[in-house]
């Protein structure tokens, strides 16, 4: 396979990723920003004798509580979270290899220190997938870097 090549599929397979990033974070925050919502409305209009436009909203409490199970039982056994954080990792991890590939075989302690800064970055967002073996030392010949944590291939 030719530099050329393997930078087309780096690229097609980024944007898939990010994509995937893209979507499975806004079908998990939406769920569960959802589900959280109605939880409150729920509490809020239950046992009340409220009326909006003629509308008794407490004959709606129960249609509203299935609404926030069923947003919460298909974030979970959807797995929108883990779906969203591998393809945050795989997103993240193919610009690093580009970005490695055009460093060349000796990349810089600058190239090595922003791949630290970026997985670091990860680890936080996602609540340490990325587990950090050794941190960077400018000026280390050889370091371990740091390992994803979640499931590979998820699309």
């Known amino acids: 396979m030719t530099n050329e090549q393997l930078a087309s599929e780096i690229t097609k397979r980024r944007k898939?990723?990010?994509?995937?990033?893209?979507a499975w974070s806004t079908a998990f925050h939406?769920?569960?920003g959802i589900s959280t919502i109605s939880g409150?409305?729920?509490?809020?209009?239950?046992g009340k004798n409220i009326s909006v436009c003629g509308i008794n909203l407490s004959d709606?409490?129960?249609?509203?509580?299935?609404?926030?199970?069923i947003l919460s039982a298909a974030g979970v056994f959807g797995g929108f979270e883990r779906?969203?954080?591998a393809n945050r990792i795989t997103r993240n991890e193919l610009d690093i290899l580009s970005l490695k590939i055009a460093a060349g075989e000796n990349p810089s302690?600058?190239?090595?220190?922003?791949i630290d800064i970026v997985r670091t970055h990860d680890a936080a967002i996602l609540n340490d997938s990325f587990k950090l073996e050794k941190p960077f030392q400018p000026?280390?010949?050889?370091?371990?870097?740091?390992?994803?944590?979640?499931?590979?291939?998820?699309?």
Do not use: H, N
């Open 60 to 69: 709606y409490v129960p249609l509203i509580a299935l609404l926030g199970s």
């Open 30 to 32: 939406l769920a569960f």
């Open 40 to 46: 409150v409305v729920v509490a809020a209009i239950a």
């Open 16 to 22: 898939q990723a990010d994509r995937g990033c893209r």
């Open 109 to 114: 302690d600058k190239v090595q220190e922003y």
């Open 139 to 155: 000026g280390e010949a050889k370091r371990e870097t740091l390992v994803p944590q979640t499931a590979q291939g998820v699309r």
């Open 83 to 85: 779906k969203w954080k």
